[in-house]
């Protein structure tokens, strides 16, 4: 488990999958995730979670359930993506699936302990995580956590009958350190 100040994490429970699922299929949600708008069924949902299993095991992929500290709510799922050992980074990417947990600072205090997991437990140099340019609530989220924009994908996404840029942002581990310090 890794705790934040207001969330905790814990890795993803397949007795949750119907929950994920139907946030990924709700258009409110999916309206700004990367991986797009096309309907998840339930034989893919299972794959998902098998294929989680698979990645934990091999280290390249640590995805977590989202839960608030205060009551347990499940709210959504996060995680570090494309885990390179070698060169010392990975992707970031977050979604708060419950609709009236958004805006609320677990996103924030979720990408935190995302972020402090990936520097301190796995040893990453860099941590990248991309939004869609026209997502301005994401972008000014990543970017008050401490993320720098470095670069554009563009047209990466093809969304609701147009192509639509990704902007990466990513973080160094001492630009973490120096934000964030050191937890004891």
Not at 42 to 53: L, M, T, V
Not at 126 to 151: C, D, K, P, Q
Request: charged share 30%; proline share 2%; glycine share 8%.
């Amino acid at each position: 488990m890794l705790k934040g100040e207001q969330v905790y994490l814990v890795p993803l429970d397949r007795a949750n999958a119907e929950t994920a699922r139907a946030w990924i299929n709700d258009p409110d949600v999916n309206e700004w995730l990367l991986s797009g708008q096309i309907p998840i069924s339930r034989d893919g949902e299972i794959a998902f979670y098998s294929a989680d299993e698979s990645d934990r095991a091999a280290g390249s992929a640590y995805r977590f359930e989202i839960h608030v500290a205060e009551d347990d709510r499940y709210i959504g799922n996060c995680g570090v993506e494309q885990v390179d050992r070698t060169h010392r980074h990975a992707e970031i990417g977050i979604c708060i699936g419950s609709l009236p947990d958004q805006n609320r600072g677990f996103g924030r205090d979720t990408l935190v302990t995302l972020l402090r997991f990936g520097f301190d437990t796995l040893g990453l140099h860099r941590i990248a995580i991309l939004a869609n340019s026209e997502n301005e609530r994401a972008l000014h989220l990543y970017r008050a956590v401490g993320f720098t924009e470095v670069g554009r994908e563009r047209e990466a996404v093809y969304m609701r009958g147009r192509f639509r840029d990704h902007v990466v942002l990513d973080m160094l581990d001492r630009e973490f350190r120096e934000r964030y310090g050191v937890q004891e």
